[in-house]
């Protein structure tokens, strides 16, 4: 990784596909929000690292702001066998617990119809802080920034705080340790012709 904090940031809405084991409509539970997108990308990210043999599935874990969120990690984790061991968890379930390497997911991002533009929790303080303080090593966020900062004064200097460090973007970057290379990945499918070789410029 180029860096040991990045924030993806994004405009896929709240909702998608459910996951299996989510049924019915969210009924405005604010537990049961999820975000596909964000899904995806981190679980792709989160094989990338894994291929690249620096980091153990001990290493890493998954935060979500939801519940919802998190039975669709697990249920689109079933499909990748390389994700094997990884811990997906709920914020408020891993307060005093630390990782080498967080991937967070914020879910919220507003709805299609303009409907959900809210933020919910992610307005506390005290969730913001659990979630931003629990990586050793490294921290990837993805989420919809421009609606956070939006609704969030706490969330605006983050973002502030982000821009002055280049480590908020649409696209995250991804380096070469060895020979320097740099690429940018946005979708999930980004990681597709990346995540089979030790180095991203191709060389062994």
Known sequence: MLRNLFFLSHTYPEGGEPADSVTGDDGGDEKSK???????????????LLGHGTYTAEDIVILT???GQMLQFVAEKKNRPALHG???????????????????????SGSTNGATDTIGFLAHE?????ALSRARDGLYIVGNMTLLAK??????????????????GASMPLQC????????????????????????????
């Open 34 to 48: 999820k975000n596909l997108f964000e899904c995806r990308f981190l679980l792709a990210l989160c094989e990338y």
């Open 65 to 67: 702001a939801y519940n």
């Open 86 to 108: 990884i811990r997906i968890a709920v914020i408020d379930n891993y307060q005093g617990e630390e990782s080498k390497i967080v991937l967070l997911s914020l879910v919220r």
């Open 126 to 130: 005290n969730r913001i802080c659990v």
């Open 151 to 168: 609704c969030s004064k706490t969330w605006s200097s983050i973002e502030r705080k982000l821009r002055d460090q280049a480590a908020i």
């Open 177 to 204: 340790v060895t020979h320097g290379q740099t690429v940018e990945v946005k979708m999930p499918e980004d990681f597709g012709e990346l995540k089979e070789v030790r180095c991203i410029c191709g060389m062994l």
